[in-house]
């Protein structure tokens, strides 16, 4: 099995940076892209960047296209998200996710981390 642990959630002023965590322990060989999703309060759960594991191409949604960064860290499993000119709206729970090699989705998920922007 793969575990994920997020970190780095926190509060910050609208401007500023953040920069998000997740260590990803056991069956790692097993995982084929990470990404990291959010959910707003009282809206549903929304993508926002992904990476193949093993590096290469990287995605993201449109609001964060120039802000944010997925990046990892080879030596130690982790994946992160440096997030920057932060803005209100990114206020959310964000969530780290492994999509393990054969899957169709995003099978596996972190336990959330709060980010909360102010204005």
């Known amino acids: 099995q793969v575990q994920l642990v997020e970190s780095g959630g926190g509060l910050v002023q609208a401007g500023g940076s953040l920069r998000l965590s997740c260590a990803a322990s056991?069956?790692?060989?097993?995982?084929?892209?990470m990404g990291w999703f959010r959910q707003a309060p009282g809206k549903e759960r929304e993508f926002v960047a992904s990476?193949?594991?093993?590096?290469?191409?990287?995605y993201y949604t449109d609001s964060v296209k120039g802000r944010f960064t997925i990046s990892r860290d080879y030596a130690k499993n982790t994946v992160y998200l440096q997030m920057s000119s932060l803005k209100p709206e990114d206020t959310a729970v964000y969530y780290c996710?492994?999509?393990?090699?054969?899957?169709?989705?995003?099978?596996?998920w972190g336990q959330g981390t709060q980010v909360t922007v102010s204005s």
């Open positions: 056991g069956r790692t060989f097993s995982i084929s892209a």
């Open positions: 990476s193949r594991w093993s590096g290469g191409s990287t």
């Open positions: 996710a492994a999509q393990r090699s054969g899957a169709t989705r995003y099978d596996l």
